[in-house]
């Protein structure tokens, strides 16, 4: 019975060691556009993917009907909430459109007179593989269900459709991330009037919803959606599985990932020992019964190996000992580990940062700014001027998105000291995680007038934890 309780408590450890990251999704989906870009299943289609991935042990946010700047928030709590380890998913169904061989995803409310406006009112898909470098997750993945037809209603933005390309284009994608669009690059996908998803999405979640002994593979999950997609509609979903990108198991096996290594290996090494503690004590019980059933002092007819001596059996004993105490250890290191995570997050969430507050040089009084009284408190502040040298990288290269831009005059600032007159510290958005997430939140406004000018820029952090990004003078 001792026996049977240490090996109780061990497979108890084994159940309670994960299979992997954390997995984290994100799923979109606009239809209410209005007028003729109106789409009839992206709501529907997005609600069956936040089923079937949170079934799969996802924790997953569901955004329907988003403007841009809810878009850009979410995306940006999305990506705050990764880790090195995680597997990061996010998907999108709605209107998408490619200019000049970028994407963009167009959100609610983004109306557009010409193509400068339609691109700056949406959402760049650039913009979602640079956060996922900035989170630096295990595993990314990006499903886009879109490219349904022509989004814009306006009769202006129509005549320009030859600026436009049909369709989403075939982008390379980043090291470690997984792309799946519904077609082919340069054409339009079936929205499925006749049902409630979309012929790509109901392949998808119909793929999601198995569960096979062999365990549930991301990437055969992704090959079968394209194969019956193709048979059924003749559209050809694009898939981009990169060489570098690791193995991951949605269910069923451990995941082989190197990011999440760690407790899956542990995970196996508990279930070898279990297996052989199995084996050990169905040999033990084999030599008890035997010893019981044998007559004293009368030797086994035909019996050429005699039973174990009692330090045979002491010996076994103390093997399975030490695997046992092995066992109790990993599993007491990884909950002191989880322990002082918990505590480390919840000291930085509730201990306010120090205000640092710098006096702007008086070499350039024009960029001299006299922060006025905040309407509530807020955790931190600071004042900034984009010069031109923010509005390109280290090598060179010129920056298109707003929230680049703002990165690069962080950068300057703080590891290269190139800073312009005006220029504050910023104590509190200390990595380029926290800063990305902070510039997610600006306006189209606001991004218009730092992509296209050299604005002072003040970014607040309020006690929410959410931040604003204001244009003070240009």
């Not at 190197?258 to 084996?279: P, S, Y």
């Not at 919840?346 to 306010?352: G, L």
């Not at 929230?403 to 190139?418: C, L, P, S, T």
Request: proline share 6%; aromatic share 6%; net charge positive.
């Amino acid at each position: 019975m001792k026996f049977f309780a240490c090996f109780l408590c061990c497979w108890l450890v084994a159940l309670s060691v994960g299979h992997g990251g954390e997995k984290i999704a994100l799923v979109i989906g606009n239809s209410k556009y209005g007028g003729a870009a109106e789409l009839t299943n992206p709501k529907n289609d997005a609600t069956s993917v936040n089923r079937e991935l949170a079934a799969l042990g996802f924790k997953v946010s569901l955004v329907l009907d988003a403007d841009r700047q809810r878009m850009n928030r979410e995306i940006g709590k999305f990506i705050q909430s990764l880790n090195k380890d995680a597997i990061a998913l996010f998907y999108f169904a709605g209107h998408g459109f490619q200019v000049q061989g970028a994407n963009y995803l167009l959100p609610l409310k983004a109306e557009a007179g010409d193509l400068y406006v339609a691109k700056n009112n949406s959402v760049s898909l650039n913009q979602i593989f640079d956060a996922f470098r900035v989170a630096n997750s295990s595993v990314n993945v990006v499903i886009l269900d879109c490219c349904r037809n022509n989004p814009f209603t306006n009769e202006r933005v129509a005549r320009s459709a030859g600026s436009f390309s049909r369709g989403l284009a075939d982008v390379p994608p980043p090291p470690g991330t997984i792309i799946a669009f519904s077609t082919t690059s340069g054409e339009t996908a079936a929205d499925g009037h006749e049902s409630t998803n979309s012929p790509f999405t109901e392949a998808l979640a119909g793929q999601l919803s198995l569960r096979p002994e062999s365990g549930l593979l991301l990437s055969s999950v992704l090959r079968n959606t394209s194969k019956e997609v193709f048979k059924k509609t003749r559209q050809d979903p694009i898939l981009n599985i990169p060489g570098s990108a690791d193995e991951v198991y949605l269910f069923g096996k451990a995941n082989k990932t190197q990011g999440i290594g760690n407790q899956n290996q542990l995970a196996l090494a508990q279930a070898e020992m279990l297996k052989q503690i199995a084996e050990m004590k169905a040999a033990l019980e084999k030599q008890k019964l035997d010893m019981v059933n044998q007559p004293p002092n009368v030797p086994t007819p035909h019996t050429t190996t005699p039973p174990p001596a009692p330090a045979q059996n002491d010996v076994q004993t103390e093997a399975m000992k030490e695997m046992l105490a092995l066992i109790q250890a990993q599993k007491e290191a990884l909950k002191e580990e989880r322990e002082a995570l918990s505590r480390e997050r919840e000291r930085m969430k509730d201990a306010p940062p120090t205000i640092v507050m710098t006096t702007p040089q008086p070499s350039a009084p024009t960029r001299t700014f006299v922060p006025e009284p905040e309407p509530e408190l807020p955790y931190g502040s600071y004042t900034t001027v984009i010069g031109n040298r923010d509005h390109y990288n280290s090598s060179g290269t010129r920056h298109w998105e707003a929230v680049e831009i703002m990165k690069q005059d962080r950068a300057n600032y703080h590891r290269f000291g190139k800073r312009d007159s005006g220029d504050q510290s910023d104590p509190y958005l200390t990595t380029s995680q926290k800063r990305a997430s902070a510039y997610f939140s600006m306006s189209s406004s606001t991004a218009s007038a730092v992509k296209s000018g050299n604005p002072t820029v003040r970014v607040i952090r309020k006690g929410s934890g959410s931040y604003s990004v204001t244009v003070i003078s240009h």
